[in-house]
């Protein structure tokens, strides 16, 4: 809908504000999880530098904010502004601390995705992935080992079965990660 210009402009605009509204929600969150845990301020900080630093975050941050611009330039579009003009005014609108109506409804936005965002979650999922990739790869190393004929097979080409059980095993340890990152997702959302 939007020229290639105009796209280019609203993420370098998104690029520019988004981190100001991402520290102003992890400020929120911070404080939330001081109350749930009661850990000094400096160690929460230490753990919030290390979150917001992760790129995939600020990716996300900004991917919202695209969005939120363009529905809010195509609405502007549909009652008569140009591309530039609406462009101009969304920036306008949602630039950082702008106190208008439409600065304040996209600062909610994050505050609810901080909300809902849970530390504990990501560690979850992650410890998933390790314990079925090494399970994986354990118990397919281990039945690719006794299914070539065991030690005395395995110099003398078993040890391709051995890696072959190995490869499966962490392939559907992946599987198996992939498959509880999707469960606890689906259960966040309800």
């Known amino acids: 809908m939007f020229s290639h210009e105009m796209k280019e402009k609203i993420k370098q605009f998104a690029k520019e504000q988004a981190p100001y509204y991402l520290e102003e929600a992890e ?3 911070m ?3 001081r109350r749930k845990t009661g850990e000094a301020k400096s160690k929460m900080m230490a753990k919030l530098a290390k979150f917001k630093s992760r790129s995939e975050t600020a990716m996300e941050a900004q991917n919202d904010m695209i969005l939120y611009m363009s529905d809010y330039m195509k609405d502007l579009m549909e009652q008569g502004l140009s591309e530039q003009e609406a462009f ?7 630039k950082f601390r702008s106190e208008t109506t439409k600065s304040a409804d ?5 505050f609810a995705y901080y909300n809902n965002f849970d530390p504990a979650d990501y560690e979850a ?4 992935y390790g314990a079925f ?6 118990i397919g190393a281990l039945v690719g080992f006794i299914g070539s004929g065991g030690w005395e097979m395995f110099l003398s080409g078993g040890w391709i079965r051995t890696l072959i059980g190995a490869v499966v095993g ?7 990660g992939l498959l509880s990152h999707a469960v606890i997702v689906l259960k966040r959302k309800k």
């Open 106 to 110: 996209l600062q909610e936005r994050i």
């Open 27 to 29: 400020m929120t969150y």
């Open 31 to 33: 404080e939330k999880l």
């Open 170 to 176: 962490v392939l559907i340890g992946v599987g198996m």
């Open 133 to 138: 990739v090494f399970l994986g790869l354990s």
């Open 88 to 94: 101009e005014r969304a920036k306008e609108e949602l």
């Open 125 to 128: 999922i992650g410890l998933f």
